[in-house]
Nanobody, 114 residues
Framework: QVQFVESGGGLVQPGGSLRLSCAAS????????MGWYRQAPGKARELVAR???????MYDDSVKGRFTISRDNAENTVYLQMNSLKPEDTARYYC????????WGQGTQVTVSS
C-alpha cells in the first residue's frame, strides 16, 4: 500500500521560500508521475505541479516561475521548492499520483503572512 508523508511546511513572510518534501512508500516510484497539490480553506484541492517519470515538469500558471518540482527516485521522494511566496499560496500541500491517485497523506501546512 502506497503512503505519502509530506513535510517542510511552515510560516513564512511574503517573498520568502520553503522546500517541501514528500516521501513515498511502495515500489516502482520512478515509473509514476508525481504531483504536488494544495487546498486552501473553503476551496477545492488543486494540482499545482507535476513531474513525469522522464523528469519533464508542468506547472499551474499561478506558480509558474516561482515553484520547482523535482524528484529523487533513489530516495522515493519528490520535492517542491517554493520561492517568492505570496499570501495566496497559503494552503495545505499534499503529494499524490495525478494519473493513479492513492490515499492522501496528512499534508503539510504552508502559511504566508507578515
Amino acid at each position: 500500500q502506497v503512503q505519502f508523508v509530506e513535510s517542510g511546511g511552515g510560516l513564512v513572510q511574503p517573498g520568502g521560500s520553503l522546500r517541501l518534501s514528500c516521501a513515498a512508500s511502495g515500489s516502482s516510484f520512478s515509473i509514476y508521475t508525481m504531483g504536488w497539490y494544495r487546498q486552501a480553506p473553503g476551496k477545492a484541492r488543486e494540482l499545482v505541479a507535476r513531474i513525469f517519470s522522464n523528469g519533464a515538469t508542468m506547472y499551474d500558471d499561478s506558480v509558474k516561475g516561482r515553484f520547482t518540482i523535482s524528484r529523487d527516485n533513489a530516495e522515493n521522494t519528490v520535492y517542491l521548492q517554493m520561492n517568492s511566496l505570496k499570501p495566496e499560496d497559503t494552503a495545505r500541500y499534499y503529494c499524490n499520483r495525478p494519473l493513479d491517485p492513492r490515499t492522501w497523506g496528512q499534508g503539510t501546512q504552508v502559511t504566508v503572512s507578515s
